[in-house]
Structures are given as structure tokens and as C-alpha cells.
């Protein structure tokens, strides 16, 4: 009987400590554990002994599982784990209004090959050079849209 409680209270805590470490392996020795806990349970006193392990491993997983996700975010020392602010940028360059700037003179601001990015009214968007290779600097026009990137060409 010790060494299933042994093993329970080892899986459980393997399963906590894997919140502040985040290491799946902690998780998947944790749940190890448990499993051979149910499974010393069986060996030493029978079926009914490995369901009742059973179930108390999966109410004490639940536990925690609830406890990480609900009631830890609640605490000070949760809310200091959780990341909520935003830097408020971006990734990528906004998308073209395609009414606005077809037709327009474009610079290239990177090696198009094909891909790139281009300079329209001091405003880079992505773009995408249908006649091949075009080096930094060289004029464009705008001839098309392309999803979310312009289709630039040579004048």
C-alpha cells in the first residue's frame, strides 16, 4: 500500500512541478507514475484495488488540471506566469488598399527575387516581381494584387 501511494503522490507532484517547468517529460513520468501505481494496486490486491487506483488517479489528474487552469491564473503568483501584454506591432507590413496604389511608382527596398518588399508613397508592402530578378533600387510599377502582395514590373 506504500508503494502506491508512494508512486501517486511522485506522479502528482512530477504533474505540478511540470506547470512551472514546462517540460513534457516531467508530465510523462508524472503519468508514469500513476499508471504504475494502478498497476502495483492490481499485482498486490486485484481488480477491484486497480479500478479504485484508477479512478483516483484520474480525480486526482482532474484536480490538477483544474487547479492549473483555473485556479492558479487567479493567484498573484499565477498571474505572474501569464504573459497578457501585447507588443501592439506587427509582423507583417499592412496589405495594400489595391485602389490606391495600382499604377503607382514603386522603389524596390529589397532584392526582389522574385519576392520582396517595395517602397509605394514611403510605405512598405510585399511584393512579387513577375519578370524575375530585380536589385535593390530599381524602379517598379504596380500592375496587380496578388492575395495579400503586390505584383510589381518594370517600367
Request: charged share 15%; with cysteine.
Amino acid at each position: 500500500m506504500t508503494t502506491i501511494l508512494l508512486l501517486f503522490i511522485v506522479g502528482i507532484m512530477l504533474l505540478a512541478a511540470d506547470v512551472f517547468v514546462s517540460s513534457f517529460i516531467m508530465a510523462a513520468v508524472g503519468g508514469v507514475a500513476l499508471l504504475a501505481g494502478c498497476f502495483v494496486a492490481y499485482r498486490d490486491f486485484g481488480i477491484l484495488a486497480a479500478g479504485l487506483a484508477g479512478a483516483a488517479a484520474v480525480a486526482l489528474l482532474g484536480g490538477a488540471i483544474y487547479a492549473e487552469l483555473v485556479l492558479l491564473p487567479k493567484t498573484r503568483m499565477g498571474r505572474g506566469l501569464v504573459v497578457e501584454s501585447t507588443s501592439g506591432s506587427s509582423s507583417q507590413p499592412p496589405v495594400a488598399p489595391s485602389a490606391a496604389v495600382i499604377g503607382r511608382p514603386a522603389t524596390a527596398d529589397t532584392t526582389l527575387a522574385p519576392s520582396g518588399y517595395v517602397l509605394v508613397d514611403g510605405r512598405r508592402y510585399e511584393a512579387f516581381c513577375r519578370t524575375g530578378h530585380v536589385a535593390r533600387g530599381e524602379a517598379l510599377r504596380v500592375i496587380g494584387m496578388d492575395n495579400f502582395r503586390l505584383i510589381v514590373a518594370k517600367p
